[in-house]
């Protein structure tokens, strides 16, 4: 068997222990006969599973205990509209902060529901930096702040906390979320798609506030109702159970690693080797301003694009798949989420050598 080093955005990699665990328990669950595929929802084998996935990831995060863990699908485009339909209540308006394609994104679709104010957009320089705290203009009386923290596509993060004062801010983690420690109590919200650091797509993750909850729009659908599912504990409907048993065996290997500090600390040493590379390089360059270059996604251009199929192709050749940019941006893209090994960040700069050394 031969695994490639795979710098998939998402569904992406995963830690190669927790696969090698699933596929251990994949007929017979601790004993039980079953797999965790077949398991009642409501049975007490799957509760345990789901009751230790939510203390893990409780532990891990330092979920405060008046907010409320939310287990649920539709995934971050289907929070882009559970969001407002659930928060925009409070008042009717909502401000966005556009970073990039993804916050975009929600702030089009917040507007079915409400008045959605842009608060700063970061357009002016190409989506390549975030609009400075001071740029904002926050409306005191908004439902609530949404930011994206990480946008995906452009390889931009925030790497300080804006202040929205009493406003809540809500965010949109898919893509760091598990990656570096975070202040929950200094969010209203926090939403992500399980499906680059969490485990497999079909589980979302919600983390909300005990206040913003009963809120909700007349039309929300139950079933993407916040308070009817922390009621439920996420069992109004059936939840994505398997998704949900990867992501606490994922939890188990980050504890094991020594939490989020010591994510954080192997992303920045992991995405160091690149950035330094890039840095250095006359071949290729990455166009995102520094202080906000995301520690997870890194895009980068070749000086000549008629040679990005000849690296891509070499790149495959050497077992590293998924570079290729996303198509608003073209170029490449490496992401480099806490289950990429720092093996294959090296293993990329690497082959990325050679080739500048070949085509200089
Ligand atoms: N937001 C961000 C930041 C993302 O990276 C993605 C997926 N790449 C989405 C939203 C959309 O997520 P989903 O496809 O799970 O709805």
Known sequence: MTRVFNFSPGPATLPEPVLRQAADEMLDWQGSGMSVMEMSHRGKEFMSIHAQTESLLRELLGVPANYKVLFMQGGAIGENAIVPLNLIGRGGKADYVLTGEWSRRSAKEAATYGTVNIAASGESSNFMAIPAQSQWRLDPDAAYVHICSNETIGGVQYHWLPDTGKVPLVADMSSDIMSRSIDVSRYGLIYAGAQKNMGPSGLTIVIVRDDLLG??????PSAFNYQIQAEYDSMYNTPPTYAIYIAGLVFQHVKRLGGLKAMEAHNAQKAAVLYDYLDESAFFSNPVARADRSLMNVPFKLKDPALDDEF????????????????????MRASIYNAMPIEGVQALVAYMKKFEVAHR
């Open 312 to 331: 891509l192709e070499g790149a495959q050749a050497a077992g590293m798949i998924q570079l290729k940019g996303h198509r608003l941006v073209g170029g």
């Open 215 to 220: 809120h909700a729009l007349p039309v929300c």
